[in-house]
């Protein structure tokens, strides 16, 4: 039902206001969701030990620079995202199937079998 996606390490604000384009060309914005996982505050510690597996403490693989897109740092940054989507054009209901909707749709979907 899903196919690929994108992922946003270490760019900026601009990056995340073209990304309209991409979004269609390469899922369409039903398959679209911004991941709210903060993990601001953590230290590389916590890094490390997410990157291993905990059974024989293997490294699984390496994230590299941990640093949040520019504007969207911190959790309270969060509404300068959908600001640049205003800033973009994108229409409310699009709006909400990429800030929250669509996952809301695949739990549903996925707990619904």
Request: aromatic content about 12%; proline content about 3%; hydrophobic content about 40%.
């Amino acid at each position: 039902m899903r196919r690929g996606g994108l992922t946003a390490a270490n760019c900026t604000r601009s990056v995340w206001e073209n990304f309209r384009g991409a979004m269609d060309n390469i899922a369409g914005e039903d398959c679209v969701g911004i991941g709210t996982d903060f993990t601001q505050g953590y230290e590389r510690p916590f890094f490390d030990w997410l990157t291993h597996d905990k059974g024989y403490a293997r490294k699984l693989t390496e994230f590299g620079d941990i640093v949040n897109p520019e504007g969207i740092r911190t959790i309270g940054e969060f509404p300068n995202l959908t600001a640049a989507m205003h800033r973009a054009g994108w229409n409310e209901a699009r709006i909400r199937k990429v800030i929250g909707g669509n996952w809301l749709a695949l739990l549903d979907e996925v707990w619904k079998t």
